[in-house]
């Protein structure tokens, strides 16, 4: 899978996507990370990016021409699944999201800054647009960071493990259930029995026990 993030501060991705998972995932060609500087795209010798916005009011817009450069200079590349604008007035990211867009060849993240972009692009060129959360950040490079490490760890061949992803919390509709490791006993702390049992369907059981525990305590709303 390929992921173009569009971003005005591309300093601020140098290393979410260098790093551990994301990293090894890149190493074994599973996915490829491109981030590009928005400015390169910038109007005149200024390199103009933003402007006033009509009927007046505080704060800049992203100017339409820069962003439209900078998709079309992709698109010229190859053929884009969606290409999706960050901000905190778009669908909530979830884990069913996630899932949704791993199975996607090649998207584009647009990071918004200032007031956000032009609106004739969200009409015209943009597909879906995402918000991590009910906040507002100073921009969508964190926000694009979180989509891509969510969607990178669920790409097929990442994770060591490859069951791991499934018994994530979130994945089955659950919180996932407590985890324990040595050592079995730290200063009278004791792991569940059940746990040291050897019994697979006892644990099992178990794990399925505390996930729906879990959940209807701390998160009653995914019943
Ligand atoms: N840009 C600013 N706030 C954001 C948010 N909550 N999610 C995604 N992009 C954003």
Same mark, same amino acid.
């Given at each position: 899978m390929r992921i173009d993030?569009?971003?005005?501060?591309?300093?601020?991705?140098?290393?979410?996507?260098?790093?551990? #998972? %994301?990293?090894?995932?890149?190493?074994?060609?599973i996915l490829q990370v491109e981030v590009h500087d928005l400015r390169d795209f910038g109007v005149g010798k200024s390199r103009q990016i933003d402007d006033y916005q009509y009927g007046g009011g505080a704060g800049m817009v992203?100017?339409?021409?820069? #962003? %439209?450069?900078?998709i079309d200079h992709l698109k010229a590349?190859?053929?884009y699944d969606e290409v999706i604008f960050l901000t905190p007035d778009g669908i909530t990211f979830d884990q069913s999201k996630a899932n949704y867009l791993s199975?996607?060849?090649n998207i584009i993240l647009l990071c918004g800054h200032y007031k956000g972009i032009d609106e004739r692009l969200r009409k015209n060129v943009i597909t879906s647009e995402i918000s991590i959360g009910d906040y507002v950040l100073s921009g969508g490079e964190l926000?694009?960071?979180?989509?891509?490490?969510?969607?990178?760890?669920l790409l097929p061949g990442v994770?060591?493990?490859?069951?791991?992803?499934?018994?994530?919390s979130f994945q089955d509709g659950l919180l996932a259930p407590p985890v324990y490791t040595r050592p079995?006993?730290?200063n009278g702390w004791k792991v569940p029995d059940v746990l040291l049992s050897g019994n697979d369907r006892n644990i099992e059981e178990w794990r399925s026990q505390k996930s729906l525990e879990r959940t209807k305590k701390r998160r009653p709303d995914l019943f």
């Open positions: 993030v569009i971003s005005a501060i591309p300093k601020l991705l140098e290393s979410p996507f260098n790093h551990s #998972i %994301l990293q090894r995932a890149q190493d074994k060609g992203m100017m339409i021409e820069p #962003i %439209l450069r900078c590349e190859r053929k199975l996607k060849k926000g694009a960071a979180v989509v891509v490490d969510a969607i990178g760890r994770l060591n493990d490859e069951t791991s992803a499934l018994t994530d079995a006993d730290f």
